[in-house]
């Protein structure tokens, strides 16, 4: 780019105007159009990088590099990245089917386990995203129609509503907590082995516990192993649900024994105060 002087006449007066001239088109210092962009492109973007990296990869300016965009494109769509997690882990809820535990005329406890199935299905698939179940809130819409769903279950099953409340956060936990301890038992980003794999490669490390100084948790090995496996999931789930039939139980025959238990624990609890 250069300037010359070329002469002009304004008033009789010649003066000399500089006029700039450049070797490139004009169009090409032009402006392209923007990047169109959806929040779906975002959280795609967030969920790959969860499970190829972990918590880590799922920086703001991470995310952005993926869908060619500069960080404050994102910013344009979620106020910052707790905010792209809770719109992740809300679209993750959105794809349980109800259908599998939604079906009243069927025993409780069947859709329960319907229910926790279900739940692992979807949360082990994307094993990046599970820990932001532990560490945010649950309260979207889809978080809020699950919960809806699970104390319905339990108000089918006889529980009112305020054991409902606690049986369904103790049924929650469990089931997060099973599938975090399992995402975190592979011990690096990336989807999950196949669980008969991931199940034979605990054996062989669990088979290597020396007898002589822990002799009970050798001899407990292969059950260790398949800590992570459906069958031993659904062994501990069906204990709780026992649990809960036989509290279920017990208050029908004695529902004023409960009240008395429960004022009682009520007023401990403002002693304690």
Do not use: C
């Amino acid at each position: 780019m250069y300037d010359v002087q070329e002469p002009s006449t304004l008033g009789g007066v010649t003066s000399m105007e500089t006029v700039e001239t450049t070797s490139e088109p004009a169009r090409r210092r032009r402006p392209g159009p923007r990047r169109a962009l959806t929040e779906d492109e975002i959280l795609d973007a967030a969920t790959t990088l969860l499970d190829q990296g972990g918590l880590d990869a799922a920086s703001v300016r991470g995310i952005a590099a993926r869908v060619g965009v500069a960080p404050n494109a994102v910013y344009t769509y979620f106020p910052g990245k707790a905010a792209v997690f809770e719109a992740l882990v809300e679209r993750l809820l959105g794809e349980v089917d109800h259908d599998a535990f939604a079906d009243r005329s069927r025993p409780w406890r069947e859709r329960v386990e319907a229910l926790a199935l279900e739940l692992r299905e979807r949360l082990s698939a994307h094993p990046g995203a599970v820990p932001l179940l532990v560490g945010g809130p649950l309260n979207g819409p889809h978080a809020l129609a699950i919960n809806e769903r699970l104390l319905q279950l339990l108000a089918d099953a006889g529980l009112n509503p305020g054991d409902a409340a606690r049986a369904a956060y103790l049924l929650f936990a469990y089931v997060v907590g099973s599938i975090a301890l399992e995402v975190s038992d592979a011990r690096q980003p990336g989807r999950l082995s196949p669980e008969s794999e991931r199940v034979a490669t605990r054996q062989v490390t669990f088979s290597a516990t020396p007898t002589d100084r822990f002799p009970l948790s050798a001899a407990a090995a292969a059950t260790r192993a398949g800590y992570i496996s459906t069958e031993q999931y659904l062994w501990r789930l069906r204990r709780i649900l026992d649990g809960l039939t036989a509290w279920v139980s017990s208050t029908a025959a004695n529902p004023r024994g409960n009240l008395v238990v429960a004022q009682g624990a009520d007023s401990s609890t403002r002693r304690a105060r």
